[in-house]
């Protein structure tokens, strides 16, 4: 009985904690690195290249059968999975560059909202203004857009001081023209979360057709390195860049890809199956604290009270829209269960590590 509840209940809270924890560790490693002089180019390139490297012995190691014929149509899906996925990083690490990784976790609970705009543009989302539930899903996606026009704009007083002024580690305004630069990383971090959102419909749809995870990630992953490479050396031409050296540059390198996406993927996939797409949904606000402890005790971050008023209304709105797709599951008697989804609000939990 012991033993079961650890598995059921205790591992699942601890492991999904620990899966946040590892992915604003990154965002957070990251930007200590561009402050030692790190480019985001060489940083995003070395990264997919070495998940790539990692996934691909997996990828044909636990390769499911009986999957259908690979078609090219479904290469072009996952090549357009590549370009989606390297411009999401392109402008979430120039935006954590230019702001700080409590930004960048509190800007993508805007995901669901930006998902579900989308779904109605496309008809993937039936608008039944009278029903409660699309209801909900409109007042969640204005009230998170409205928390990001808050955190992004309105900066407020200082609520805890940076653990150093040195304007060198100093996260909150690190580029000069602080409220300018500021206001560029918040617009950069969504523009990110709305091409994950656009991503994250997309590989929907590649899952229904190809339905292995492994397989899928390994040639999206593979894709996003191959766009990137040209991309990268020619916008970093500085060769000595490349030449990473053994310090938190190559740490931040490293961490990325071997933890940033293997381990939460297979984490959050484990607690999908185990506790439903909710469970696993409900955690993402909590990068915003751990993001904040961590700026504040690593980085010597500043939180300002705009930015915990904005991620309050973020969560609020964030928590909405997830409460009336939990809702319209269990109206349909499908909760835990995301192969018939029209929209993939929930989807988006499935495959992490863009």
Not at 46 to 71: D, M, N, Q, V
Not at 101 to 109: D, G, H, I, K, V
Not at 200 to 225: D, H
Not at 249 to 255: E, H, M, P, R, V
């Amino acid at each position: 009985m012991a033993w079961r509840y650890c598995y059921k209940d205790v591992l699942p809270f601890s492991a999904m904690v620990a899966a946040e924890s590892t992915s604003v560790g990154l965002n957070t490693l990251f930007k200590a690195a561009t402050l030692k002089g790190l480019s985001y180019y060489v940083f995003i390139l070395y990264s997919y290249a070495i998940a790539t490297l990692l996934l691909l012995p997996l990828a044909l190691i636990f390769r499911r059968p009986g999957l259908p014929t690979f078609k090219l149509s479904l290469l072009y899906r996952i090549l357009l999975l590549g370009v989606l996925g390297f411009s999401a990083q392109l402008c979430g690490y120039k935006g954590i560059e230019y702001s700080s990784p409590t930004l960048a976790s509190a800007m993508s609970n805007l995901t669901p909202a930006f998902t579900f705009i989308l779904a109605v543009i496309l008809r993937m989302e039936n608008l039944a203004l009278r029903s409660s539930i699309t209801q909900a899903k409109i007042i969640g996606t204005i009230v998170s857009i409205s928390g990001a026009l808050v955190v992004v704009f309105y900066k407020g007083p200082t609520i805890i001081l940076a653990a150093s002024q040195s304007p060198s580690i100093s996260l909150h305004f690190p580029l000069g023209s602080s409220q300018t630069n500021w206001i560029i990383g918040g617009l950069l971090l969504a523009a990110e979360y709305l091409l994950v959102s656009i991503w994250y419909i997309l590989q929907t749809q590649v899952m229904k057709i190809y339905p292995s995870e492994l397989t899928v990630v390994f040639l999206y992953k593979l894709c996003a390195t191959i766009i990137s490479a040209p991309v990268c050396l020619i916008a970093e031409g500085n060769l000595s860049d490349w030449r990473v050296k053994p310090d938190i540059a190559l740490t931040a390198i490293i961490f990325s890809g071997l933890f940033g996406l293997p381990f939460t993927s297979v984490v959050r996939t484990w607690g999908l199956h185990l506790k439903g797409p909710v469970y696993v949904s409900t955690f993402k606000p909590l990068s915003i604290v751990i993001a904040a402890a961590m700026g504040v005790i690593f980085l010597g971050d500043a939180l300002c009270l705009g930015s915990v008023i904005g991620a309050i209304i973020l969560s609020i709105g964030f928590y909405a829209v997830l409460w009336a797709k939990t809702k319209e599951e269990l109206s349909n008697g499908r909760l835990g269960s995301s192969s018939d989804d029209k929209t993939p609000l929930l989807d988006s939990y499935k495959v992490e590590g863009i």
